[in-house]
Nanobody
Framework: QVQLVESGGGTVQVGGSLRLSCAAS????????MGWYRQGPGKQREFVAV???????NYTDSVKGRFTISRDNDKNTVYLQMNSLKPEDTAVYYC???????????????WGEGTPVAVSL
């Protein structure tokens, strides 16, 4: 089994910062792209950021310059540093990862259960 466990969510005032973490555990042979999605109240889940195993990052336009995604391959962990938070960043943030569980096996996408972020005025 593979698990992704997020942490670091909470409530913060406008302009504040939070750092989310997501640790992958279990039977992992290869850990490929890792990323973050979010789902705001009454909205569909949307892409936030992704980072390859080589450290190449991409972001949705609304978070560029404010959020930074990074990863620690030794710890199988991905981070999302969120600065200058806005009310529209309020959402449940989900981690995902493309994982191969054995050599030559399929690469599958796994999701965490989410961590809530609330940005208040």
């Amino acid at each position: 089994q593979v698990q992704l466990v997020e942490s670091g969510g909470g409530t913060v005032q406008v302009g504040g910062s939070l750092r989310l973490s997501c640790a992958a555990s279990g039977r992992i042979f290869g850990l490929y792209n890792m990323g973050w999605y979010r789902q705001g109240p009454g909205k569909q889940r949307e892409f936030v950021a992704v980072i390859t195993s080589d450290g190449v990052a991409n972001y949705t336009d609304s978070v560029k310059g404010r959020f930074t995604i990074s990863r620690d391959n030794d710890k199988n962990t991905v981070y999302l540093q969120m600065n200058s938070l806005k009310p529209e960043d309020t959402a449940v943030y989900y981690c995902n990862a493309n994982i191969g569980r054995r050599p030559g096996g399929m690469i599958e996408k796994y999701w965490g259960e989410g961590t809530p972020v609330a940005v208040s005025l």
